[in-house]
């Protein structure tokens, strides 16, 4: 009995291993077709540090995107949503690097997170600071 079991299994194995590859590449290719994303532009809080100055663009908005089906990505209420950068750490002159935060109030109760990528474009702001005049040190 065993011997016919082991038999028909490993019959043409060859063919069964190679259709079982070609399924799970129809998988992947079916779950990432289905992938959306949706891009949306939030106005973003910048904390500025006290004894310093932006002399370069400080962003005004930066752009959010969700990716995920299209049945989870519109469920997101982006008026939840906010942006904050942090430059009140800087300590010295030039090129100041901050990533950009993402505060998603309750987000996770009404959407299923694990569905969905949320990510901001740029992930990082560059911002260059010279010494505010008068500010000694």
């Known amino acids: 009995m065993r011997s016919k079991f082991f038999q028909k299994l490993f019959y ?3 063919v069964k291993v190679i259709s079982f590859l070609l399924a799970v590449l129809v998988y992947f290719i079916l779950v990432f077709s289905i992938q959306s994303s949706r891009t949306v532009s939030l106005p973003v809080e910048v904390v500025m540090p ?3 100055v ?3 663009n400080v962003p005004k908005s930066i752009d959010l995107v969700i990716q995920g089906t299209e049945d989870q990505i519109y469920l997101v209420d982006v008026s939840n949503i906010t942006l904050k950068v942090d430059f009140s750490m800087v300590d010295r002159v030039g090129v100041s690097y901050a990533t950009v935060q993402i505060n998603m109030e309750d987000l996770s109760s009404y959407v299923d997170t694990s569905a969905i990528s949320i990510y901001t474009k740029p992930s990082q702001v560059r911002v260059y600071f010279s010494e505010k005049t008068g500010a000694g040190k």
Do not use: H
Request: charged share 10%; aromatic share 22%.
């Open 54 to 56: 932006a002399t370069s």
């Open 12 to 14: 043409n194995w060859q």
């Open 50 to 52: 006290e004894n310093y």
